[in-house]
């Protein structure tokens, strides 16, 4: 019994691949709402594979005390939650491999949110 390759439907296909084609374009007109950030976003990135990028994600999400911040809009705070929880996601299966973060912060990083 030999395997057909061939697309069954190609009508179908052809509508398939348009409307992939308009939603790529719609995602790329809009930017991830944290993209507003654009310090935030370096920050995130450059401490990530570190223990910093943990408490740096936990500053940004959650208010402690008496603090006053504006904060972020819901739609970015959404994604850093989304974000942190990756990371943490990230930190567990490191973890199960025997794979240690990395305690110390990269060099020429100035991680100067909270009072240390």
Excluded: C
């Excluded at 594979?49 to 809009?73: D, H, N, Q």
Aim: charged share 30%; glycine share 8%; aromatic share 8%.
């Amino acid at each position: 019994m030999s395997i057909d390759n061939r697309v069954i439907n190609p009508a179908l296909a052809q509508q398939l691949f348009k409307k992939s084609e308009i939603l790529k374009r719609k995602r790329m007109g809009t930017p991830a709402a944290i993209e507003s950030f654009p310090r935030v976003i370096k920050t995130i990135t450059g401490l990530w594979r570190y223990s910093e990028g943990k408490k740096y994600l936990e500053e940004l999400i959650m208010v402690e005390g008496g603090k006053r911040r504006a904060g972020f809009p819901v739609d970015a705070q959404d994604e850093l939650m989304f974000l942190y929880q990756l990371l943490l996601d990230q930190h567990r299966i490191l973890n199960l491999r025997g794979q240690k973060i990395t305690a110390n912060r990269p060099p020429g990083t100035k991680f100067t949110m909270g009072v240390r």
